[in-house]
């Protein structure tokens, strides 16, 4: 017996030793594949135990496990490693690659989150970091540009701090959304912003955008759609992350303009006005002459002069002189050189602090942006602030809690602009020919606008906006959740206007060289506008999700309300005392004051039905019950439901023969209707409007002072109710090779019936216009497509490729309205069967020749009595456009006559008999796209977004697209291959006059001179590099990142006018039709970065 204890006892002992001697500690780091860079918080477990352990802020572990055990890797968002413990490793370094399911399993959607594979509607998601967190961009809305289907962001110029026009599936939307048009609902963590200018990209951590029926679920404000934007937050049992980028740019303009050579330029000038008065000996030009001994005198001056830097004096009988009466100058002037600077600095800061515990977690991010102007004298500037603070905490397992703060501040100065707010600097510095004076004389300075930009004294614009979001989660029972957030938003702008006066040497009045002030007293003000806007949200929802064996089901219901209030006031007084000290009590002149005030609320409740059997069958339902202010009280309630299905193919068993190349296929369909509020406030009500006493049109004279009036109410309907928009949409969402490649498709029509329209034309007698009723109907039927592609190669490679398509087309399908069209190609009147955006004219056929024309037997031309060239038979007769002195002749343009009446005419100008014209083109974007390209390798990166529009169509105005549009304007370089008996090939016809129109004689809306507004452009060029570990360790960060970014690096267009085609000249509230071509430049962006993590 004690042999046998004793045997037992050294086997035991023997066991045990060495069981002690294969157990050690295993220590390491675990790091991200794709940069290399430390990832806390991943999850070490010894498999088959429950012992595990955490990494910290630098990635790293200690684990204690035997030999052969294994240990499992696992972290949110990445696919987990197992590696075994051998006897010759005590040092394991991992790096997790990215789980693309687990990256996009979970789609933010309204009042919740989803499942991709289970979504049934069009939501497109944003990959946030590489679309705006590696780029020089200055807003979120630009770095959106291209990189969603169906989302059209444009600008009406390159100005800074300005805010982009964001369109999704459409551009006008509803004929009565006004500036708006089809803007989808911006929501930041689920409240609505005033701009995307004041979000900070860094601070954002996701982005979807909701494009059809499942928007139902916002209600009123959701008409055309949501961006959902879901700001950054801590998370939790994670230290303390401290996190810094920065971004140093330059930026130069992308076109700028080239005005004519001086003498060529005049003498296009000349033989303009020479058409209509062939014996004119001079042209005008503010007070100076252009005649043949000055085009001679000028090409003297470049001979003799030309390159040399003179300075800025001007020398009497060198430069300019006085003659016979007039004043000539000789000396060109490169006024955009003087004006503008080569190159104007940004920079942008971003500072964030994250982390938490086993119950709270929190996000601190701080921004900064500084981004000078083009302008070299009295330059502008844009400065923004950001905070966005994030704090979650659980109270217990039942509560949690959660605060979000968001702060915004814009600063933008720029000099006060004499010319107004559209005719602006830009408009003047291409306005005036190559000789327009911009130098000085006996040191004095000459009235231009360069002139006027270094005496004006700044305007400040401010806006800051405030947000706070209080809410709570309480999770009620398994499954049960309730969630209500209550959000105050308030935004405040503050205008400051300070205009003077500038002195000069004035010569505008055509008596010679006057030194004195000559801008107008109405410039000589001080004005304050001060705006405040409150905004209230409550949001309060439940939710039930549950499974019961293959099925699942997810209900959410509740109601979300929405309050509005603005208030503002100006006021101004002229007469300032001294310009460098613009306040209201240091001015002596009228006063003026006024206010405005709006407001506006909403109500709605709401129900979703969420429901998948097996993760194949898949359907939604909605409902939303709407109520809206802006209608009367018994119409300002409307029920919008909608309902959406899918069907999964891929995981029907028939399909498995696919399941080698076609991992997932879905198709998808969806109807549903929202409700349409955006037609104005108070349109129900009857108005008197009243003539106010500054304007003396329409009002009575009493005694000797006007007084104002007041007009009959205006006649209003007394059923004004909602615009209902439906879409009906089919779908697909299909991968293939292990999900490597992913392919969307989407089909839609949305239609918008109720639609505010004129009502029924009424008699004379009854005094007022038809008040408008809901009548009308419009569709805009459009797809999109998008494309991905990612692979992971077994020597560290990884590339990612996705590109995107969509297109669209509004048409009006109901309206009563008569059918005119207009004669400058566009026009604001409506008809039924019109595409918006439809632009009506001629076909150009070619440039008149000797030939067209009657001829004597000498080879004269024929003429009438007064002075008409006389056709020979069959060239068909347009001289309905012939006015004045001026006669098609020889070199003019001639149209094509359509309809074979030998009469080149309108018709009776209506849609039905347009005579020969026809629609040429259209103004509406067709084929967005976008392409993205990123590689990584070993610690290297490399993306590039190319970004384009494959047809638009513009017919423009203003000097720069109109030879001749006023006659003493500039005229362009690339306006100087005009027609002449020498050279009969030229693009632009013979010169003449167009009296400041886009719609007469040579300049008819016409194919010929049809500006093709498509473009490809190189977006976006970035290259980075990650820092290895060993290298980081050394300086104690966890990552550093440094790149070099291009933004809008070149493009390739078809345009015959230099001006950048990604500008959006159809806004009008921007750009009055003159100005085409002069608005503040786009601008190309090179900037270095930094990326760093503590």
Known sequence: ???????????????????????????????????????????????????????????????????????????????????????????????????????????????????????????????????????PITDVARGLQGAVAGLNISTPSGALGQNPTIRL???????????????????????????????????IESMSVVKDAAAAIYGTRAAFGVILITTKSGKRNTPTRVEYSNNLAWQKPTKTPNIAPAAEGASAQLAAARRENPSQEFVSVVGTRIDDIAIERMREW???????????????????????????????????????????????????????????????GLGYLNEGGVLKVNPDKFERYNLNLGLNASVNKYLDVFTKVLYSNTNYNQPYSFGGDIYDPWFYLYRWPKTFPYGTIDGEPLRNSITEVEQAQMNTFKNDMTRITLGAKLNLLPGLTLDADYSFTAFNQQDHINGGWVSGLDFWDGGGLTYRTFTSDAHNRVAFTNRKENRHVVNAYATYDKSIQDHHMKLTGGLNMETFRMGGQTAQRLGLMDSEMPELPLATGQQTVNSEARQWSTLGYFARINYDYKNKYLLELIGRYDGSSRFPMNDNWGFFPSASAGYVLSEEAFMDFAKPYLSF????????????????????LSTMPMTPTSNVNGQWLIGDAFVP????????????????????????????????????????????????????????????????????????????????YQHAFNNGLNISVRGQLSDFTEKITKYEDIS?????????????????????GYETDRFFTRDDFQQDANGNLITTDNGRYILVPGIADQSFYEAGNFF?????????????????????GTAENPGDRRVIGNTTPRYFYGLRMDFAYKGFDLGFFLQGVAKRDLWAS????????????????????YWTEDNPNAFYPRPTMHNQSNGVRNMMPQTRYLLDMSYLRLKNLTFGYTLPEHLTDKIKMQRVRVFFSGENLFEFDNLDVPIDPEVDYTDLGENDPNTFGRVYPYRRTFSFGIQATL
Request: glycine share 12%; net charge negative; proline share 4%.
């Open 1 to 135: 017996m004690k042999k046998r204890l004793l045997l037992f006892f050294m086997g035991f002992l023997f066991v045990a030793v060495h069981v002690l001697a294969q157990e050690k500690t295993i220590t390491g780091r675990v790091s991200s594949a794709k940069d290399q860079s430390p990832l806390p918080g991943v999850s070490v477990k010894v498999k088959e135990t429950n012992q595990g352990v955490g990494t910290d802020a630098q990635g790293n572990y200690n684990i204690r496990a035997d030999v052969g055990q294994t240990l499992i890797f696992t972290f949110v968002g990445s696919e987990s490693r197992e590696v075994i413990v051998t006897d010759s490793e005590d040092l394991i370094n991992i790096s997790l690659d990215d789980d693309q399911r687990a990256l996009e399993e979970v789609v933010v959607v309204g009042f919740g989150t989803q499942k991709r594979t289970s979504l049934t509607g069009a939501v497109s998601t944003v990959d946030v970091e590489k679309t705006l967190q590696t780029r």
């Open 169 to 203: 599936r459409g551009v006008t939307g509803s004929l009565n959304a006004g500036d708006a048009g089809a803007a989808p609902l911006i929501l930041v963590d689920n409240v609505e912003v005033p701009s995307l200018n004041m979000v900070n990209p860094n601070d």
């Open 302 to 364: 470049e001979s003799l002069y030309g390159g040399q830097n003179l300075g800025m004096e001007m020398v009497e009988g060198r430069d300019w002189e006085m003659r016979g009466g007039g004043l000539y100058f000789y000396r060109p002037w490169d006024a955009p050189e003087m004006y503008m600077r080569n190159s104007t600095p940004q920079q942008n800061h971003n500072l964030g602090f994250s982390g938490g515990s086993e119950n709270i977690n929190y996000n601190l």
């Open 665 to 684: 296929f879905k198709i998808r369909a969806s109807y549903g209707s929202v409700g349409q509020q955006e037609v104005g406030l108070n349109r129900f």
């Open 709 to 788: 009036t007041i007009d009959s109410p205006v006649p209003v309907s007394s059923t004004l109710t909602w615009e209902t928009l439906t879409t009906k949409e089919i779908g697909l969402d299909a991968n293939f090779f292990d999900d490597k490649l992913n392919l969307v498709f989407n089909r839609y029509r949305r239609t918008i019936s109720n639609m505010l329209s004129p009502g029924i034309t009424l008699p004379n007698s009854f005094g007022a216009q038809s008040p408008v009723r809901n009548f009308g109907e419009m569709q805009t039927n459009g797809w999109e497509l998008e494309l991905g």
């Open 820 to 840: 005119n069209i207009s004669t400058t190609g566009t026009s604001d009147s409506h008809y039924q069967g019109k595409v918006l955006g439809e632009i009506w």
């Open 888 to 908: 098609y002749g020889p070199g003019d343009v001639k149209y094509r006559d359509l309809n074979g009446d030998g009469v080149i005419d309108v018709g009776d």
């Open 958 to 977: 203003g000097s720069m697209f109109v030879p001749g549009f006023r006659n003493e304007e500039a005229w362009f370089e690339h306006q100087m291959d």
